[in-house]
């Protein structure tokens, strides 16, 4: 699966950016048998996991990012989606999506996400 994510930029804390990954070379078969998610990286942390929504449609959130980020998938448009609101500094990093499916990954490039204070 070929990921591309766009959505990134500069935003002041307290607002909102909207993130989407898109898969257009995957045919839609193959696409809904994928769980997809968000993952995001730091200066000198570890990349984490933000949010990921199953192929059934499930989300699950890291708990700093629960209430206030929300995780959406178009199967018909095969893409997710990532709306983030409310951001705080600490969401600064650059973000990921993610196609999972067993034990094979796929990853976009990343996008970068800056929040200023």
């Known amino acids: 699966v070929q990921l591309q994510a766009s959505g990134g930029g500069l935003v002041q804390a307290g607002g909102s950016l909207r993130l989407s990954c898109r898969a257009p070379?995957?045919?839609?078969?193959?696409?809904?048998?994928?769980?997809m998610g968000w993952y995001r990286q730091a200066p000198g942390k570890e990349r984490e996991l933000v949010a990921s929504?199953?192929?059934?449609?499930?989300?699950n959130y890291a708990s700093s990012v629960k209430g206030r980020f929300t995780i959406s998938r178009d199967n018909s448009r095969k893409t997710v989606s990532l709306q983030m609101n409310n951001l705080k500094p600490d969401d600064t990093a650059v973000y990921y999506c993610?196609?999972?499916?067993?034990?094979?990954?796929?990853w976009g490039q990343g996008t970068l996400v800056t929040v200023s204070s």
């Open positions: 929504i199953s192929a059934s449609g499930s989300p």
């Open positions: 993610n196609a999972k499916q067993g034990l094979s990954a796929s």
């Open positions: 070379r995957t045919i839609f078969s193959v696409y809904i048998t994928h769980d």
